[in-house]
DNA sequence: AATCATTCGGAAAAGCTTTTCCGATTCACG
DNA sequence: CGTGAATCGGAAAAGCTTTTCCGAATGATT
């Protein structure tokens, strides 16, 4: 350690010193250990406390064989997703006493892989990899060995990888469920690219929800409001036209409710409109605001959090679980009494 | 260490059994040092190589007394800033060898607080704070010593601190300027709440550029797209209308634009409107496009870094920089030919 | 006075890596 | 043959912390 260049100048020795205590009675006041009188306990601390004394983690971690940190690795670099379950996770680490540190891969692999890299020389207890769309991912290009490693809002093309994500399906089916419940009876689904695995599952809830299914009322396109906005001008020149539609996100459902607003169709008496992901930049902003599907980000990150801790300690995890979704309604759904 | 448990099983003992030379000699080969023949280095590496040896950065860190990590702490939940910040300082850093490491305090200062202690434990060779708006913040909770500590997109209260901002004012500047160039001579300013200094630099360079500045063409609201529209109906009810609007942000420009449609103002014939931020989510959405400000957040992660590297080899820098934005026109502004 | 319990000191060892230093060996050259 | 250079081994020390173990000192009890 470099003197006077860090917060960190003191070293146990300085606080027993500064105690009068030996090494080993300072390291056993602080940790609690040993048979030491309250007195010697009380002093150690008080030194410690006026020296500003912090243990060096680096020099516990290697004498423990534990370093009490997890890294996360996220490859969304809006943040949009990532935050919430970071959120999420760190409230649960810090329970256990574990600190979590982000790394931002920003989608470029060789960044991701430098990442690991950096983590692994750190010796964290286990990695999280998450990003901004679930679909499976390719395996990390370094081997992990035994090291717990949890993918959330991810998935990872390792067989038996363990996974955590919202339930897509479900979440759709709630949609379509609430737009049922409100009398709908000609509901379109107008949704993002085929490619993306939410998209799928999206599609697959709202088509379950349905005693019959229209598929000229499915229109894919890509994740925009403009593609919402045009997929709203399609339906509203079909020869019926739906009496509502569940968008694949909330940016689409804003466009849709923009197109109809422009064509006089008033949203929710005639055509209701419902979005997912309950993006409050959209849910907001939108003319009605939008009822919308939250996917519980937060709640994804706390169970993260304690499934990793249970790999931590030994447990075996592997597969894929889902976390139910929570419908959001407002006033594109629900009319204002 | 636990053996077993993680992919960094070997030691540097391992390898250089593996490679049948001395501890010393496979550490020398390692870091390329000593006087050691090629083929003895190749050996060592090739032996490295297959054990899957990783040095481990906590020993290594504890023995140079340097961990060349950086932590990055930010309170910005949706990581809207922070994210492009983050990857300028990584690139920069990288190069230079140094490891990023964020954690979120998500506006908490006791989690904010507790980010630091956990950074300062792991022997961080210097801290960034960054959040999701530039005004003054409150000192740490914690005693940071002579570690270098540098606000990125975001001040201290603490005077001399180093802090690297975008040019609000002088973005602005360019926002009117460009109005000014397009022939535009009487622009409004609807902009945030008076109590974020962004806001106060914005309306002074608005104010700047003009030769006579008429205050009823200044408004004060909420950053949210229902201002940006509000606003816009007062500006439509004035005795004599402006030819252009400079929002303080792209949300309040996006609102702005869609109140102008509702009244068949065309956009920019009847009135050019420019945001701020530069934010695609708001910019590409909107109709036309919104004209903007790009703050460079990228870049001034960059040179952050650049600025934190020169402060861990000992450089002393303090004081406020602010790095310059720039114009992004769009067809808010620009007729589309 | 002797014994036992409590408390602490201090030495040692361990975790992993880097670096230095001294000694030993080998080879080449004068 | 003697000397010097190159090369490596291995021991030691350092960084900081934790833990164990044994010995010493003190106070209380018998």
Redesign the interface.
Same mark, same amino acid.
């Given at each position: 350690?470099?003197q *006077?260049?860090?917060?960190?100048?003191y070293t146990l020795r300085d606080v027993a010193r500064h105690a009068g205590v030996s090494l080993g009675t300072a390291s056993k006041a602080l940790n609690k250990s040993g048979t030491l009188r309250q007195e010697t306990r009380d002093k150690v601390l008080k030194a410690a406390d006026e020296l *500003?004394f912090?243990?060096?983690?680096?020099?516990q #971690?290697?004498h423990r064989? !534990?370093?009490f940190?997890v890294?996360l690795i996220s490859n969304?670099?809006? *943040?949009?997703f990532?935050?919430?379950i970071?959120?999420g996770l760190?409230t649960v680490l810090?329970a256990a006493g574990i600190?979590?540190?982000?790394?931002?891969a920003?989608d470029d692999p060789e960044?991701e892989k430098?990442h690991i890299? !950096?983590l692994?020389?750190?010796?964290v207890d286990g990695l999280i990899f998450t990003g901004r769309r679930a679909d499976r991912r390719p395996v990390p290009g370094?081997?992990?060995?035994?090291?717990p490693v949890l993918y959330v809002f991810s998935q990872s093309d390792e067989p038996g990888a363990a996974c955590l994500l919202p339930d897509d399906e479900g979440g759709a089916r709630l949609a379509t469920a609430h737009l049922l419940s409100l009398g709908r009876t000609r509901i379109a689904h107008v949704t993002g690219p085929e490619d993306f695995e939410a998209v799928r599952l999206r599609r697959r809830g709202y088509e379950a929800s349905l005693s019959k299914v229209d598929p000229a009322l499915i229109l894919h396109g890509p994740w925009?409001? #403009?593609w919402g906005r045009e997929a709203a001008t399609r339906l509203l020149a079909m020869p019926v036209r739906p009496d509502a539609i569940f968008a694949g996100n909330d !940016?689409i459902a804003? *466009?849709i409710v923009e197109a109809l607003r422009d064509n006089a169709i008033s949203v929710p008496r005639d055509i209701a409109v419902i979005g997912f992901d309950n993006w409050s930049?959209m849910t907001? #902003?939108s003319r009605p605001q939008l009822s919308s599907v939250d996917m519980n980000l937060k709640l994804l990150g706390e169970e993260a959090g304690q499934r990793l801790i249970r790999m931590i300690r030994g447990e075996r995890e592997s597969g894929t679980s889902r976390l139910p979704c929570t419908l959001v309604p407002r006033a594109s759904t629900v009319p204002t009494p």
């Open positions: 350690m470099s *006077g260049k860090s917060p960190n100048r *500003g912090r243990p060096n983690d680096l020099a #971690a290697l064989g !534990q370093s940190t890294g969304d670099s809006f *943040g949009r990532t935050m919430p970071m959120e760190e810090h600190a979590l540190f982000m790394c931002n920003t960044r430098r890299d !950096q692994l020389g750190k010796r370094l081997a992990l060995g035994n090291l925009s409001e #403009a !940016q804003r *466009g930049v907001e #902003a």
